[in-house]
């Protein structure tokens, strides 16, 4: 836990020099880097998403690579392709740039849904196919993929199984006035010129690895198992402890992906705080995050302004806290 502790700490402290604010959006990463799981992340342009992959990427030694999504992207252009050798009459494999320990999926929805597919085996299986052959992904492997609420013109709506395979989806704000004014001080100061070199952490993959496999070790106690399935069995049947109101604009609940997010994401958030052992909180500082891209709401939702957030605190009110 010490050496957890310190880790974390310096991680944190990486990103806190470079990204003003943001501490939601540096708690989702951490926990994504803790369980290995992926982020969806959705805000306008101009939120420092690239900037605090790349400090976080950066923070730990790991390679990083930003692919920016367009309807022309193809799957090769992803995942690699094999190239013809005149001189030695062999194809060469080329491998892609999702071979990297954290990708950055700019704006996924511009991608058609081919291309959006050819990320499903790499997220969820941690390995790309080639010409037949198979290339493991490296170790820790994330993928950060943001999307951009504003422009829908000429965009591909994520389908709900490529959905439900992100850990997570984080929804960023605009900055305050005083952090937006510290932004540009930073600026003014050359703190993200390009060609610095950030201060060394000191932090390597191999205690991400450490982190990854202590979270592992975290104390769960079978009461909030228990409450964690109960909150997801409410968003496939609301219609049995929701309000009528609200329980009409559920049209799927969360798969049981939701509820190991849930175990998955409690672990590294009381890693985060010290912990060795879950407590009900951690689940409901999740629940935001796990659940507002699995639970599904039907076109009357969208009419009357009722936002996914707005059912799952509805669902948590529903279901006695252990």
């Known amino acids: 836990m010490e050496r957890a502790h310190r880790v ?3 991680v944190s402290d990486a990103f806190s020099r470079k990204v003003v604010g943001q501490t939601a959006l540096r708690d989702t990463l951490l926990i994504a880097l803790i369980t290995g799981g992926h982020v969806l992340l959705e805000s306008v342009p101009g939120l420092a998403k690239t900037t605090a ?4 990427s950066s923070a730990v030694q790991a390679s990083f690579t930003r692919i920016q999504c367009t309807p022309d992207l193809l799957p090769s252009d992803i995942t690699g392709t094999q190239i013809y050798d005149a001189q030695k009459s062999t194809f060469v494999t080329q491998l892609g740039p999702v071979h990297s320990n954290f990708v950055l999926l700019d704006e996924i929805n511009r991608s058609s849904a081919k291309t959006q597919s050819a990320m499903l085996e790499a997220m969820q299986e941690r390995q790309t196919s080639i010409g037949g052959r198979v290339y ?5 492997f994330l993928v950060l993929a943001t999307q951009n609420p504003i422009e829908q013109e000429g965009t591909y709506q994520l389908p709900e199984a490529q959905l439900d395979r992100f850990l997570l989806k984080e929804v960023l704000d605009y900055p305050s006035p005083a952090e937006e004014a510290e932004v540009i001080r930073r600026i003014e100061a050359g703190v993200y010129d390009e060609g610095r070199a950030d201060e060394p952490t000191g932090v390597t993959l191999d205690d991400v690895v450490f982190l990854q ?14 409450y964690v399935v109960q909150l997801v069995y409410v968003t496939r049947h609301p219609q049995q402890y929701l309000p009528a109101g609200l ?4 049209e799927f609940g969360a798969s049981p992906r939701a509820s190991i997010a849930f175990v998955q994401g409690a672990r ?6 010290g912990r060795d052992y879950v407590i009900p909180e951690d689940v409901k500082h ?3 995050g796990v659940l507002r891209h699995r639970v599904i709401l039907g076109y009357e939702a969208a009419a009357d302004d009722v936002r996914p957030e707005t059912v799952i605190d509805a669902v948590f009110g529903a279901v006695q806290t252990p």
């Open 247 to 250: 329980a009409d604009y559920v």
């Open 213 to 226: 496999e202590l979270a592992k070790r975290v104390y769960v106690d079978a009461s909030i198992v228990n």
């Open 53 to 56: 992959a790349q400090t976080l």
């Open 8 to 10: 974390l700490g310096t």
């Open 268 to 273: 590294a958030l009381a890693l985060l705080h």
């Open 136 to 140: 493991a992904l490296p170790r820790p």
């Open 286 to 288: 999740l629940r935001h």
